[in-house]
């Protein structure tokens, strides 16, 4: 699953051509950096990978969300529909850049339903994030074609899912962007990172000067600091350790993929034995990065016998519905509205209104598909003795069915 399984020499080699120059700044010291531009170079090059024109790196998966959400335009009133089975950095970029997370229903792709994010459109929605979870595609065709019926643009969560495509289309560049992550259980990890993909030169611009405290990154003869400011930024820049470092995993993206979809069918022979059990929909087998094995039971109360089988057997699965970083109804700080601010904000507006209430019933057919899901993440080296214990839990399963 994580790229950290097989960093090695190559990663090594390229962090040592930094080092040799000492200079860990991706801008600047044209000398002492003898034409060593690790950062851009990594841009470009994962930019191609995507079949995109341009990349954004950024300090991580998280930043990316909000780099690419300011420059989208989006702010204080905006809603942003996702859904409710993802990772907490979705809605916590969105809530942080000031907008509100409207959360929708995931069908069987467990990615989101393209029915329940069209009754969740409002005149307020500016934005839609798919996720796509677990390395394998949202309906991201339709949620498009939803968006453009609205006129609202559509921003790919890829940061689970890089080195995945739909139908010859790399996953992250359908939307107005994607945004990716390269944190430690990521494909592929830079330590921590991150990444926006577009074709949109303009917003490429304003996502280059915001993350780098609106430098306006015209060429100026009175170097960075002559440079002037359109529009107030931050601080999202990636350093050159780790551009290097994801130029190294980026060259072993395509071997860690098809090394995990060869693991992933292997697993998925084994699980395949439990009686009654059924796969999650992965629109293209081709596409699917293969970072999980995702499985259904007919009901609760087999998937809870089969998730203690697989347990007492020594490999035991992820069971999302109980998992509390990234499910919806689990987030308590979230339903609460749990804030460091005495204001209460971004739960609270200023005056002392609450801006959202969150139910955790409301996604009833998402719960009614988690409450039956179990999970296997696919390693990228999965060895002969890991595979017979999954084996024998899987026999432990059968025998707990019947
Ligand atoms: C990991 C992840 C992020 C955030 O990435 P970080 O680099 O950890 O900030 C965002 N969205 C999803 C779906 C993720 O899995």
Redesign the pocket.
């Known amino acids: 699953m994580p790229g950290f399984e097989i960093f090695g020499e190559e990663e090594k080699k390229e962090i040592l051509e930094v080092l040799d120059t000492g200079v860990l700044f991706r801008y600047e010291f044209p000398e002492q950096r003898k034409g060593v531009y690790k950062v851009r170079t990594f841009e470009e090059k994962f930019a191609a990978y995507c079949g995109v024109k341009c990349g954004q790196a950024v300090?991580?998966?998280?930043?990316?969300?909000k780099v690419a959400m300011a420059a989208l335009g989006i702010g204080p009133g905006d809603e942003v529909i996702t859904q409710g089975f993802?990772?907490v950095?979705?809605w916590e970029?969105i809530l942080e850049i000031g907008a509100i997370p409207v959360f929708a229903e995931v069908d069987e792709t467990l990615n989101l339903d393209p029915a329940d994010l069209e009754k969740k459109i409002t005149a307020e929605t500016k934005l839609i994030i798919p996720?796509?979870?677990m390395g394998a595609p949202a309906r991201i065709e339709e949620i498009k074609a939803i968006g453009d019926k609205h006129g609202i643009p559509v921003l790919e969560?890829?940061?689970?899912a890089a080195g995945a495509s739909l139908n010859g289309r790399r996953l992250g560049s359908f939307g107005a962007c994607g945004?990716f992550?390269?944190?430690p259980?990521?494909t592929m990890t830079t330590g921590?990172?991150?990444m926006i993909v577009t074709n949109d030169e303009k917003l490429m611009r304003d996502m280059s000067e915001y993350h780098d405290h609106g430098h306006d990154h015209a060429v100026n003869p009175g170097g960075r600091g002559g440079e002037g400011r359109s529009f107030i930024g931050s601080n999202y820049r990636m350093m050159e350790l780790q551009g290097a470092i994801g130029l190294a995993q980026l060259a072993k993206l395509d071997g860690i993929v098809a090394s995990q979809q060869q693991n992933k069918k292997a697993m998925k022979a084994l699980v395949a034995r439990i009686p009654g059990v059924t796969f999650r929909t992965i629109l293209d087998e081709k596409g699917d990065n293969a970072s999980f094995l995702a499985f259904f039971l007919p009901d609760k109360d087999k998937a809870q016998k089969v998730k203690t089988a697989l347990a007492a057997g020594g490999a035991g699965a992820i069971c999302f519905a109980e998992n509390t970083w990234?499910y919806y109804p689990k987030w308590e700080h979230l339903l609460a509205g749990a804030t460091l601010a005495k204001s209460g904000w971004p739960f609270v507006e200023p005056g002392g209104k609450k801006r959202v209430v969150y139910d955790a019933q409301a996604l009833p057919k998402s719960a009614a598909i988690m409450d039956r899901l179990l999970v296997y993440p696919v390693p990228i080296k999965l060895s002969q003795e890991r595979l017979g214990q999954i084996a024998a839990a899987v026999e432990k399963a059968v025998a707990a069915l019947s």
Request: a negative charge; glycine letters at 10%; proline letters at 0%.
């Open positions: 300090t991580s998966g998280t930043a990316a969300l993802t990772f950095a979705t970029a996720v796509h979870m969560d890829t940061a689970q945004t992550s390269f944190d259980v990521k921590e990172g991150g990234h």
